[in-house]
């Protein structure tokens, strides 16, 4: 079993930057893939940025190549979802996700999902 709360998300303008955080707990962080998934409001949702359980592996979505970077930090079973340059279209309830196959590459199977936090970036 894995626990994840997201935290992290509010109100910016278009062009600044957020940092999600996604805290787990459970089984042993080191163990699984990380991923962060949006969900905008009438949009289905959608894969952003993957982590493998090493961290060695990372796996962006176009839209946010350049301006988000994902990260873990395993002592602290934590992962991070740093956004830059925001724009409107990146407004979305955000998801931390877990991979018990130790991927975190999109088109898989998440196992485990956080309650999601919202971003909203504003003109």
């Known amino acids: 079993q894995v626990h994840l709360v997201e935290s992290g998300g509010g109100l910016v303008q278009a062009g600044g930057s957020l940092r999600l955080s996604c805290a787990a707990s459970?089984?042993?962080?080191?163990?699984?893939?990380m991923g962060w998934f949006r969900q905008a409001p009438g949009k289905e949702r959608e894969f952003v940025v993957g982590i493998s359980l090493g961290g060695g592996n990372r796996y962006y979505a176009d839209p946010v190549k350049g301006r988000f970077t994902i990260s873990r930090d395993n002592a602290k079973n934590t992962v991070y979802l740093q956004m830059n340059s925001l724009k409107l279209e990146d407004t979305a309830v955000y998801y931390c996700?877990?991979?018990?196959?130790?991927?975190?590459?999109?088109?898989?199977?998440?196992?485990?999902w956080g309650q999601g936090t919202q971003v909203t970036v504003s003109s």
């Open positions: 459970g089984r042993t962080f080191s163990s699984y893939g």
């Open positions: 996700a877990a991979d018990l196959t130790g991927w975190g590459r999109p088109g898989r199977e998440f196992d485990y």
